[in-house]
């Protein structure tokens, strides 16, 4: 029996991308999904595609549509669910990646409320319920740039930087009372906010993230979904990831190095 089998799960951002792609994985193994997403039209689109999928288990999907962003709505939205989750997937995220001085102000703002605030709004009433059970878990999709920052990503990176601290604090507060939690750290993925974000990319940015490799939406998730069942605390999807993660943590100084090689590489370049 898969771990998920049975399981309530609400998954933000779960219209697309990795979001999707978990839930997908999820209908599979049982798992009753809440999909949490701003549009509407895309929710629908992810439940007939869940739906109609040949390898569905036929469990409920249930849709929740509202912004992180906004927070009456958001606790709003908690209060018109029909019972406790047993599992929560804060995947969501917005990025806008520019060079610092030329990045408008309120994506500062608009990042950390999303990608950071909304997590831990969401996490602050759907985590009650576990307690009481003694069971259940709590997951962040951060970045890898939640573990080092490269040229570029000053807004996005701090958000992402903001749900990793969160998460390795509450990790140690949700211990006594059998709740794990999970951060998974992905580098680029295939995904529509990934292509969306292409044309403001400076090349010094290209040049620093291309080591990293760009792994698919059903792998991260895989991963991703692994780690939960493992109660796993870190999961880093990709050796290449993996390897960047690491080398940052032992030997920071190396990575800056390169990182700057690769700028002045990228100005060079005609």
């Not at 995220?93 to 969401?122: K, W």
């Not at 951060?142 to 509450?170: D, H, P, Q």
Request: some cysteine.
């Amino acid at each position: 029996m898969s771990f998920f089998q049975g399981k309530r799960v609400l998954i933000t951002g779960g219209s697309s991308g990795i979001g999707l792609a978990a839930a997908q994985q999820l209908n599979a193994q049982g798992a009753e999904l809440i999909l949490v997403a701003r549009d509407v039209g895309k929710l629908r689109e992810a439940k007939d595609s869940l739906l109609s999928s040949p390898g569905g288990s036929g469990a409920a999907v249930e849709l929740l549509p509202f912004d992180l962003a906004d927070k009456s709505a958001l606790v709003e939205a908690v209060r018109s669910l029909d019972g406790p989750v047993d599992i929560l997937i804060n995947n969501a995220g917005i990025t806008r990646p520019g060079n610092f001085l030329e990045l408008p102000e309120d994506c500062f703002e608009s990042m950390m409320r999303v990608n950071y605030l909304g997590a831990v709004e969401l996490t602050r009433l759907l985590l009650p319920p576990m307690i009481e059970k003694k069971q259940g878990s709590v997951a962040f999709v951060s970045s890898l740039l939640g573990l080092m920052g490269i040229w570029g990503y000053t807004a996005y990176a701090a958000s992402k930087f903001a749900v990793r601290g969160f998460a390795e604090c509450l990790r140690s507060e949700l211990k006594p009372h059998n709740v794990s939690v999970t951060v998974c750290y992905p580098p680029d993925t295939d995904t529509p906010q990934h292509e969306g974000e292409k044309p403001f990319l400076p090349p010094e940015t290209v040049a620093q993230a291309g080591t990293a490799g760009l792994l698919t939406a059903d792998y991260v998730a895989e991963c991703l979904l692994a780690g939960i069942a493992d109660r796993r605390f870190e999961v880093i999807p990709g050796l290449q990831a993996k390897f960047a993660a690491t080398m940052n943590r032992l030997a920071p100084g190396l990575v800056h190095s390169v990182l700057d090689w690769d700028a002045r590489k990228a100005q060079q370049t005609p």
